[in-house]
Antibody, heavy 118, light 107 residues
C-alpha cells in the first residue's frame, strides 16, 4: 500500500530555513509526480508545489515562489521541500502527496507541522 | 491568480441530499476534483475528473460539472459524512488550486 511519511517539521524563527523530507513506499516513486500541500491552523488547503516524476519540471504557488524549492531523489524514494526566508504565514501542516498522473493528488501523507515564530 | 469559490458551509439533515458547489472560470476546460477532510485527518479523494468515484468511496457521492461550476452531491447524507470538502483543479500553467473549503454539517 502507498505510504508517505513526512519529517523535518519543527519551530523556526522568521527568516530561517527548514528542509522537509517525505519517504515514499508502496509504489514506483520514480514514475509519479509529487506535490506539497499545506494547511495553516484552522484554515483550508493550499497547494504549494509540484515536481514531475523525473524532476524535469517544477511548479510553485505564488506565495512561495523564490523562497521554496521542491526536489526529489528517485534513488532514495524521497521528496524534499527546502524552505528559506520563512515567514509567520508559512506556519502550517505540510503534506506530501502523490500525483495520480493527471495533475491531482490520490494519496496523502499524515503531514508535518512547521511553526514559524520568534 | 486563479481562484475556485465554494460556499463556506452547507447543512442538511440525515438522509437529505447535500450539494456543494465550486465555481471557477477555467472549469469548462479543466477537471474538478473533490476531497473530504475529517477533523484531524489527511484529506481523502472522493471524486476525480468531475464525476468519477475512486474505489471504496460510497455510491452516495457523485460529481458533475457544467460550465464554470462543478458540484459534489451526497445523496442521503449520513452523520459520518460530516467533514470539510475541498474542490481542486489546475490553472492554465498546470499549478494546483484548492477552493476555500465547505464545512458540511449533518444533523
Amino acid at each position: 500500500q502507498v505510504q508517505l511519511v513526512e519529517s523535518g517539521g519543527g519551530v523556526v524563527q522568521p527568516g530561517g530555513s527548514l528542509r522537509l523530507s517525505c519517504a515514499a513506499s508502496g509504489f514506483t516513486f520514480s514514475s509519479y509526480g509529487m506535490h506539497w500541500v499545506r494547511q495553516a491552523p484552522g484554515k483550508g488547503l493550499e497547494w504549494v508545489a509540484f515536481i514531475r516524476y523525473d524532476g524535469s519540471n517544477k511548479y510553485y504557488a505564488d506565495s512561495v515562489k523564490g523562497r521554496f524549492t521542491i526536489s526529489r531523489d528517485n534513488s532514495k524514494n524521497t521528496l524534499y521541500l527546502q524552505m528559506n526566508s520563512l515567514r509567520a504565514e508559512d506556519t502550517a501542516v505540510y503534506y506530501c502527496a502523490k500525483d495520480q498522473g493527471g495533475g491531482y493528488v490520490d494519496y496523502w501523507g499524515q503531514g508535518t507541522l512547521v511553526t514559524v515564530s520568534s | 491568480s486563479y481562484e475556485l469559490t465554494q460556499p463556506p458551509s452547507v447543512s442538511v439533515s440525515p438522509g437529505q441530499t447535500a450539494r456543494i458547489t465550486c465555481s471557477g472560470d477555467a472549469l469548462p476546460k479543466k477537471y474538478a476534483y473533490w476531497y473530504q477532510q475529517k477533523s484531524g485527518q489527511a484529506p481523502v479523494l472522493v471524486i476525480y475528473e468531475d464525476s468519477k468515484r475512486p474505489s471504496g468511496i460510497p455510491e452516495r457521492f457523485s460529481g458533475s460539472s457544467s460550465g464554470t461550476m462543478a458540484t459534489l452531491t451526497i445523496s442521503g447524507a449520513q452523520v459520518e459524512d460530516e467533514a470539510d470538502y475541498y474542490c481542486y483543479s489546475t490553472d492554465s500553467s498546470g499549478r494546483g488550486v484548492f477552493g476555500g473549503g465547505t464545512k458540511l454539517t449533518v444533523l
